[in-house]
């Protein structure tokens, strides 16, 4: 039986980062399955890889495709012994200022395709397999200015913890990946409608330290991950003091980079 590693959101930034760094090891992988829609950029990174690729050119958003993938896994039967899902993205910007179909996009890439990847994969996967959870910082505090974004990563975080303590009898291991701001394409698509907040481009980290740190955690079996220090005292922070006037200071904080950029 064909053993396999499948990464959504490979054509770019973390995804991408994920299956160089994997490829350089993994030899007891058979394929790597490389989900997202551009092909081209799919097609690019399989020529540089060394592991046998399968390509999959679909759009997460769309439930066709959700649906052939499904069919695919039982046509192919493989052992899944890893699922990344990588795919995602976010609009920063406020709630009502952005058309609604690209704020409920982001519900249908970073949960619903996230959840019925994680529940087709399951049944092929065995004792160690691994599944990583693209979450993020924005997951710890309600987010004025990244509401729909940070509300979704929310989700990310409570479902793969809850899904890790699930999982945890049949021995497969569940890791929440929570990165702050990392230097990827992400911001070409976020910032269509808004600015990041200028304070948050000092924490940026790189998707090479993301991916390093999260397949770490997970062959140590964690359930989440926080990636650097300036994240780790900031989920700190959001477990000792109160909430309110953090979303207040942080919505605050929001508008002063607003009006920072307009002097600009
Ligand atoms: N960069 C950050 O600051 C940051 C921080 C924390 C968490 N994250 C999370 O990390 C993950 C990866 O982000 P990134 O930084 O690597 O951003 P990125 O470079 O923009 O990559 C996003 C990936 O998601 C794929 N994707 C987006 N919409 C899709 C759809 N409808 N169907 C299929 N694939 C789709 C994109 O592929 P196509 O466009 O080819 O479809 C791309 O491969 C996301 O879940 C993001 O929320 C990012």
């Excluded at 989900?35 to 999959?56: F, G």
């Excluded at 012994?81 to 910007?93: E, P, V």
């Excluded at 729909?148 to 049949?170: M, W």
């Excluded at 740190?213 to 989440?224: H, I, Q």
């Amino acid at each position: 039986m064909k053993h396999i590693v499948i990464i959504t959101g490979a054509s770019s930034g973390i995804g991408r980062e994920f299956a160089r760094q994997m490829d350089q090891g993994f030899s007891s992988i058979d394929e790597f399955w490389l989900v997202a829609r551009r092909q081209e950029r799919l097609e690019e990174i399989k020529r540089a890889m060394r592991h046998r690729v399968r390509i999959l050119a679909f759009d997460l958003s769309e439930m066709d495709s959700l649906a052939r993938f499904w069919e695919l896994l039982n046509e192919e039967k493989p052992v899944v012994r890893m699922l990344i899902n990588c795919a995602g993205y976010g609009m920063i910007g406020d709630f009502e200022r952005i058309p609604v179909v690209p704020q409920t996009g982001q519900l249908d890439v970073n949960c619903r395709a996230l959840t019925w990847l994680t529940h087709a994969c399951l049944p092929y996967m065995q004792k160690n397999s691994r599944i990583l959870q693209m979450a993020s910082s924005a997951a710890f505090l309600p987010q004025p200015g990244f509401a729909v974004y940070a509300a979704s990563k929310a989700y990310v975080l409570s479902f793969s913890r809850a899904l890790a303590q699930e999982l945890s009898s049949k021995k497969i291991y569940v890791t929440a990946v929570c990165p702050g701001p990392v230097s990827t394409a992400f911001f070409d698509v976020a910032e269509q409608y808004g600015k990041m907040m200028s304070v948050k481009k000092y924490t940026m980290v790189s998707a090479k330290r993301v991916v390093r740190e999260a397949l770490c955690a997970s062959f140590r079996r964690k359930r989440m991950v926080i990636c650097g220090f300036p994240m780790r005292a900031f989920y700190f922070a959001t477990r000792v003091l109160p909430q309110g006037p953090m979303i207040f200071a942080a919505g605050q904080w929001k508008g002063r980079s607003q009006n920072e950029e307009s002097k600009d």
